[in-house]
Nanobody, 119 residues
Framework: VQLQASGGGLVQAGGSLRLSCAAS????????MGWYRQTPGVQREFVAR???????NIADAVKGRFTISRDNAKNTLYLQMNSLKPGDAAVYYC??????????????WGQGTQVTVSS
């Protein structure tokens, strides 16, 4: 199973970016998908998560600015980030809690995508 994150980049404060995370491989089902972010020397921080049925949890730091969604048919996760602030700059990692085709329940992480916000 692989998760491929994309969509990061450089944006001015107040701008927007949309991150994507595509899961591939021997996947039977994905229960939860979500995003964490990390800056150098800081513990990885929860951003948002979404269940297979669309229930979401959003971190207070990004609530009202970030929206998480997913396309179950495509095993793809999205994070729409609006009104970006310099404090949002980080490497963003996607993850999935899934059951493989072999019946194994596991967590899988993407490689991360860099978001840079200029002031």
């Amino acid at each position: 199973v692989q998760l491929q994150a994309s969509g990061g980049g450089l944006v001015q404060a107040g701008g927007s970016l949309r991150l994507s995370c595509a899961a591939s491989g021997s996947i039977f089902s994905i229960t939860v998908m979500g995003w964490y972010r990390q800056t150098p020397g800081v513990q990885r921080e929860f951003v948002a998560r979404i269940t297979r049925y669309g229930a979401t949890n959003i971190a207070d730091a990004v609530k009202g600015r970030f929206t998480i969604s997913r396309d179950n048919a495509k095993n793809t996760l999205y994070l729409q980030m609006n009104s970006l602030k310099p404090g949002d700059a980080a490497v963003y990692y996607c993850y999935a809690e899934l059951r493989s085709s072999q019946g194994l329940e596991t967590d899988s992480w993407g490689q991360g995508t860099q978001v840079t916000v200029s002031s």
